[in-house]
């Protein structure tokens, strides 16, 4: 393919334990690139699937390592980072793809869990964004995307709480790609729809076959179908593409 | 399948609209340097023939086929020779358009010749190409259709009615095309050129200034989105407009460089 190589680079995808973030990390490795994942605890669930995703990057001959950090707590992510990019490269793509989705009646919740829900789906994507791109913006060059539920500007009952932190992701999205293109580092989303592999009321069957009806395109997205936006976008091909967010939801938000 | 094996479009061809120019010869080009067989449409044979040339070099098959894009039985009949050349039309890319109908003129001004005029070039024309091949995209069980938009379709200016107007009717297109369609496994999508401008003089280079990515699209930017958006790689997105603005339109009416103050407030 003639394009959209991204031999040389190296790229972080963050929150790499789920299917999705399999699936974001091994397209970028396929096209290419080194990578490296982070993972929130060192529980044995998390290493076995942050292993078994590095194996499949290392064993079509790309580099990588996985860290164990909380991607809010700064100071820890700081030295995780330097360690990382001394020991591999610099990191050239950002792949924010650490996602909470929680999913209760607003009622129900407490600040407690606003600030849980904060940490988890907004400060695990801006941190990690302020600690990588210094770097990006130094060396004038990178590419920063973020993984955003449609639920910023949809609304689904009990999802009050995570439609608020999509929404905060997708304007974060908006302004730093402005600040940010100037310095050759461009700043996107990459939007889902309902998923396979995410938490939510689809793992239910009856709502299961009614989103299958409800999608235009018939059926629940899977890792497979973000693959080729976030290639696209870490590509150098996208240099002009700025402060978008690329919607991949099988139809659902041009009709619904 | 690996990743880059899906954006592969060898065996598949583009009809490519106002081909003999700017994004249009762009488009192409990507398209066939990703593996396609090209249909070239446009008004004038020359263009068309030199876009032509860049294919072929290219390794890929090209049809010039002289089309006014606003008369639907010359689309009907280009695109039953399309079909009669090649076998099958698996891309669609309705990229003609332009015009500057009715610019600067109050409502009271606009004359029922500006509004057809708008409309036709940039939204009857689409109406046009992507009615002509539906049919046979739904009887093969495949179809991509690729609009082309603008970032004028997304919001509103003084005196500013046919292009804006009829950019986002192409918007609008997009949708009903991905949801009327969505089960014969056609797709729709349309792209949001922010400025590209056709020469990059000096002159238009000093003015660069007030995009937010200080600097305009470069042409060869667009092949690969359109590359993207034609390819299996974007087999669950459609009905989705991309901008490729250098964030223009997320940037809205922001004063050209203005930062706002920084620091703690007093």
Redesign the interface.
Known sequence: MAFFDLSGKHALVTGATGPLQRALAIALAEAGADVSLTTATNEMAEEVQANSILNECWSIGRRGEALTVALADEPALSDAIAGLEARIAPIDILVNAAHAAPILPFLDTSSEHDAAAFTAGVASVLTPTRVVGRGMVERGSGRVINLASILHDRGVPNCALYSATQGAIVGFTKSLGIEWIRSGVTVNALGIGFYEDLPGPQHDAEIHAALERYIPLRRLGEGSDLQGAVVYLASDEAGFVASELIVVDGSITAHG | M???????LSGRTAIVTGAGSNLGREMSL?LA??GADIVGVGRRPEPLEETGAMVRDHGRRYLARSTDVTDSSDVNAMVAEAIAEFGTIEILVNNAGGGSAGRGKTLSELTDEDWHEGINTNLTSAFFCSRAVVEHFVEHGFGRIINVTSGWGYRGARHRFMYPISKAGVISL??AL??SY??ENIRASCIAP?AFPHELTPEVENRSGLQ???RF??LE?IG??A??LA??????????T??????A???GL?PAGMVPATGEAN
Not at chain 2, 2 to 8: A, N, Q, S, Y
Not at chain 2, 231 to 240: K, Q, R
Not at chain 2, 242 to 247: C, K, S
Request: hydrophobic fraction near 45%; avoid cysteine; charge should be negative.
């Open positions: 690996p990743i880059l094996d899906r954006f592969d990507a340097e990703a997009t949708k991905a949801m969505a089960r922010g937010p990515a200080g699209g470069r930017e690969p989105l590359v993207f390819s299996d790689a974007s087999e669950y997105l459609s009905g989705e991309v901008l490729i603005d250098g964030g339109i997320a940037a922001t």
